[in-house]
């Protein structure tokens, strides 16, 4: 950026391109259908371009080098990071599975919210509905919770997120001074692993309530301030193909569902 601004870290812009990318390419697919030749060819051409960057994000190990006179020497050889090399492969394996075949062709940094009671993050009315001793239904929740927009299934969502990682932490930590301390903190712990998963059900059947909800504040600020570029590319890359399967799986639906009514009214 000119004007001595600081402009954004080399992660974020990363991150930030492969979001745009994906919006140009996919945004404007509704249909069940192959993937116009030019912007298949345009998303191939571009993600291989900000994949390159992994080529040079190593790690050093321990190597032989083997010299000319028959003689070795140990060396510090270099490979790819870990968890690109494991991560890496798959994204992209993912990636031409749900990228639409031609018909002729054969297929091919962590942030946490500040530490405060969870109940005090959800609230009263969605704490209630988590802590029930029954059976757990998240859809049930949710309807009653009556969002009517994207705003508050926004700010429900952002609330469930933070108190989601306020139980994992806390059903995570445990000290007890006494032998009955020690039965009251797995009480206690039990219970935060429990309410810490209906947070995450109740999380999942949010987003899948709302497809084109925007990012929580989690998922901002990790993207926000997140400076590892391998750790860029691997959320950002995994975040926009899960939206592109969400996409053909409600592609998918619909035409099931079409199918299905026609055949009644047949």
Same mark, same amino acid.
């Given at each position: 950026m000119s004007g001595g601004g600081k402009g954004v870290s080399t992660?974020?812009?990363?991150?930030?391109a492969i979001t745009n990318l994906y919006a140009t390419?996919?945004?404007?697919?509704?249909?069940?259908?192959?993937?116009?030749?030019?912007?298949?060819?345009?998303?191939?051409?571009?993600m291989d371009c900000l994949l390159s960057v992994c080529d040079y994000i190593v790690e050093f190990f321990p190597s032989k !080098?083997?010299?000319? !006179?028959?003689?070795?020497?140990?060396?510090m050889a270099t490979r790819p990071r870990s968890d690109i090399y494991v991560n890496l492969p798959a994204l992209e394996k993912l990636d031409d599975m749900l990228l639409f075949p031609d018909r002729d062709s054969s297929d091919k940094g962590c942030w946490y919210p500040n530490v405060q009671c969870g109940r005090a993050s959800v609230g009263d009315a969605i704490y209630r509905g988590m802590s029930f001793p029954g059976k757990f239904s998240p859809e049930y929740l949710l309807d009653c919770l009556e969002l009517s927009?994207?705003?508050?299934?926004?700010?429900?969502?952002?609330?469930?997120e933070a108190a989601m990682h306020v139980w +994992? +932490?806390?059903?995570?930590?445990?000290?007890? +001074?006494?032998?009955?301390?020690?039965?009251?903190?797995?009480?206690?712990? !039990?219970?935060?692993?429990?309410?810490?998963?209906?947070?995450?059900?109740?999380l999942l059947c949010l987003k899948h309530r709302f497809p084109g909800l925007s990012q929580t504040t989690l998922d901002a600020s990790k993207?926000?301030?997140?400076?590892d570029v391998g750790q860029a590319v691997l959320e950002s890359y995994s975040r926009v193909l899960e939206s592109l399967a969400y996409t053909i799986v409600t592609c998918i639906d619909d035409v099931l569902f079409a199918d299905e009514s026609a055949r009644k009214i047949g």
């Open positions: 992660a974020a812009a990363i991150s930030n390419v996919f945004g404007s697919c509704h249909r069940l259908e192959p993937l116009p030749v030019e912007k298949k060819s345009m998303w191939r051409r571009e !080098d083997i010299l000319p !006179d028959g003689t070795t020497r140990e060396v927009s994207e705003h508050e299934a926004l700010e429900a969502a952002d609330r469930v +994992r +932490r806390k059903a995570g930590h445990g000290h007890a +001074r006494s032998p009955w301390g020690a039965v009251k903190d797995l009480m206690e712990s !039990d219970k935060n692993v429990m309410l810490a998963s209906r947070a995450e059900d109740a993207i926000q301030h997140n400076k």
